[in-house]
């Protein structure tokens, strides 16, 4: 796969849990408590921060549709993300999230595309084929392979049936490539 030398011009789209921060298994980060940032994945954003024009959070938030959290808990969760980011030196541009049921049909979750064709909204700049998608499931990998994205699996417990262009162990792999 070829990766791109000069990403000035592209996106980086992030998944969530898995990906930044410490997933559980079988329930839900919510709250801020509940919230630990990977090892590396702080130093990963700040090196992309530098390098890629707009950096996205895309995330599937089942948990409010379940009400174990609400909307201003998952925003809580989020400014305090993005603010450690900054902290450390990166940026988080959007944070979008589907707080749907997968039940719903109607929702709004990846793989579909509505949280990318939101954000192309939000930032017209944003071109699909010059952006990668970085997750930990077969539903974000899909959503990149979707939308014509370059992909990359995090490996994590997650059973894969649907292979990304590239897989890594954790996010901050990838600053070698950039």
Known sequence: MDWPSQTREWCLFLDRDGVINERIFGAYVRSVDEFKFLPGSLDAIAHFHQIFQRIFVVTNQQGIGKGLMTERNLHEIHRYMCEEIERQGGRIDQCYFAPEL????????????????????????????????????????????????KTVRIRTAEPISIEADLTVEHLNDLIDLW
């Open 102 to 149: 997968k039940s719903d049909p109607n929702n709004s979750r990846k793989p579909g595309p509505f949280m990318a064709l939101r954000a192309q909204s939000d930032f017209p700049e944003v071109n699909f084929e010059k952006s990668i998608m970085v997750g930990d499931t077969d539903s974000d990998i899909l959503f990149g392979k979707k939308l014509g994205m």
